[in-house]
């Protein structure tokens, strides 16, 4: 005689539950409803965090300075100065904190402030979303995105310039890799003309450019991004170009020793000596150069065949293969990488640069879970130690050099499908 039906109904509902979750985690057709999942819980998140976490000013009121100082005429970048210091930032973070200065009552309603920045988090976590689709990632790595409580306090509670060079960012990775070579051009030059940092990305992104397009098309894509940063910057660039220049693009700023996140284990007396830049530049050059002749270019037959077909056939692609969109992920957010690795100094508010890209990065290694999972664990323990130690600035070198090697010798091109 058999059992009731009602009897076989849990198990029923019980597989059933099994079989969603494991759909939403790893079936690529449910990506979206996952992340769509993530994104409304990180967006209820975030605004409890407006709602119950206090705001630390810290450098919003000199933004706001630097914009009323910009509103009574003001375009030399010499005379442009704050609580904080100087302005230091390019062009494009001008325009963007005019705005907020127009519709935050001259920055002074920092609640319509903190909502923008929680809207502008949702859209860096949107883009990101987007990015990890388009290079195949497995769907259950968007559970890590909303984890770092030290990005949603760069946003939300700090208010930092540098979310919106994020935002910018990951909307130009979004383009290149959907080959929309000459908008993706646009957002990375908007990207740039809010935060210096930016220029992180070059080297991949001309390695991108040049395999996809050749070297003609590739200096049209620079001429293109030198043209927007001149004319964003135009009024101040007739004022005083020697001012804006030394000022928003200072490559050889000097920053405090009580600030750095990355070298607390090294004294202040070689933290600020000229030697210990000089050996960081040396290093993010040597690596660089050493993905780029062994690593970026091998699935074309190397850098030296790469090379010479864009020099011999300037008008056509350098690449045989097709430019993935796993490819220009991993590329660029591997130049950026390596770009921190050997920074002279990570602020707190620098974490944005590179959190939301710290679980695809992880996954272009060949380590077992639990050594990427201690990197992730690892990197937040670093950014949320305050103030920064020898311990702690020591983890975070070890988790980034690590990321680094892991990949250099896991996927630096993007995983191979089925992988």
């Not at 450098?59 to 100082?69: G, R, S």
């Amino acid at each position: 005689m058999s059992k009731p039906s009602h009897f076989a109904a849990p198990g029923g509902l019980v597989g059933s539950g099994r079989e969603l979750v494991r759909s939403l985690l790893f079936d690529k057709h449910y990506f979206w409803t996952l992340a769509g999942l993530v994104i409304l819980v990180d967006a209820f998140l975030t605004q409890l965090i407006i709602r119950f976490v206090p705001y630390t000013e810290i450098d919003w009121e000199t933004y706001m300075v630097h914009i009323n100082l910009y509103l009574k005429g003001e375009r030399n970048y010499a005379k442009i100065t704050g609580p904080t210091g100087p302005l230091v930032y390019p062009a494009g973070h001008v325009h963007i904190h005019h705005f907020l200065h127009y519709i935050t009552d001259g920055g002074r309603n920092i609640a319509q402030a903190q909502q923008i920045y929680g809207g502008l988090y949702i859209s860096a976590l949107t883009l990101t979303c987007s990015v990890y689709r388009r290079a195949g990632a497995p769907n259950w790595t968007v559970l890590l995105l909303p984890l770092s409580k030290r990005l949603h306090s760069i946003f939300v509670l700090r208010l930092f310039n540098d979310c919106w060079s994020l935002v910018l960012v990951q909307a130009a990775i979004l383009a290149f890799q959907s080959a929309s070579d000459d908008f993706g051009i646009l957002l990375f030059s908007l990207a740039l003309s809010v935060k210096m940092s930016a220029l992180l990305y070059l080297p991949g992104l001309l390695v991108i450019l040049f395999k996809r397009h050749g070297l003609m098309a590739t200096m049209r894509h620079l001429l293109v991004l030198v043209c927007t940063q001149a004319l964003l910057a135009r009024s101040f660039l007739v004022e005083n170009t020697r001012a804006y220049s030394r000022n928003a693009f200072d490559l050889s700023r000097v920053f405090m020793y009580k600030w750095t996140v990355n070298w607390r284990f090294v004294d202040e007396q070689t933290f600020l000596s000229p030697s210990w830049a000089k050996g960081l530049l040396i290093g993010h050059v040597t690596v660089l150069v050493a993905f780029g002749l062994s690593r970026w270019c091998r699935s074309d037959s190397g850098v030296a065949a790469v090379l010479c077909r864009g020099f011999r056939r300037p008008m056509l692609p350098a690449a045989l293969s097709p430019v993935s969109p796993d490819y220009v992920a991993t590329v660029l957010m591997t130049s950026n990488l390596i770009g921190i690795l050997f920074a002279r100094s990570l602020h707190y508010q620098f974490y944005s640069w590179y959190f939301q890209q710290l679980p695809f990065l992880i996954q272009r290694t060949k380590y077992p879970f639990l050594l990427q999972l201690a990197i992730m664990v690892g990197t937040e323990y670093a950014w949320n130690t305050f103030p920064s130690t020898a311990l702690s600035s020591g983890i975070l070198l070890v988790a980034n050099a690590s990321l680094v090697l892991g990949i250099w010798f896991g996927y630096s091109e993007g995983k191979p499908v089925g992988v």
